[in-house]
Nanobody, 122 residues
Framework: VQLQASGGGLVQAGGSLRLSCAASGRTFSSYTLGWFRQAPGKEREFVAAISVSGSSSYYRDSVKGRFTVSRDNAKNAVYLQMNSLKPEDTGVYYC????????????????WGQGTLVTVSS
């Protein structure tokens, strides 16, 4: 499975962005899909994940109520709608796919996109 993230950019605080991640490979629909981010000088951190069926989604506390993860298995795509963005949301956002059970751990994901930069100005 190959993943390609897009949709990043520069936005003012309070604004919105929608990240997309396109995947190739027939087993895409079999994987949990996640979004991680890495701010300058910091470790990569979990942002959100969605189950294989799309019926369950998970978020880090700081983005709950602002971010929404979704997937379209027919289009081999996963999305991250980000609203009410804050400067602390700045970072490179990565999409990932994997079969691990711990959706919040990067080690549970086998496949990673190249990342897309999100910059939120105050």
């Amino acid at each position: 499975v190959q993943l390609q993230a897009s949709g990043g950019g520069l936005v003012q605080a309070g604004g919105s962005l929608r990240l997309s991640c396109a995947a190739s490979g027939r087993t895409f629909s079999s994987y949990t899909l996640g979004w991680f981010r890495q701010a300058p000088g910091k470790e990569r951190e979990f942002v959100a994940a969605i189950s294989v069926s799309g019926s369950s989604s998970y978020y880090r506390d700081s983005v709950k109520g602002r971010f929404t993860v979704s997937r379209d298995n027919a289009k081999n795509a996963v999305y991250l709608q980000m609203n009410s963005l804050k400067p602390e949301d700045t970072g490179v956002y990565y999409c990932a796919g994997g079969a691990g059970t711990n959706y919040y751990r990067s080690g549970s994901y086998n496949y990673w996109g190249q990342g897309t930069l999100v910059t939120v100005s105050s």
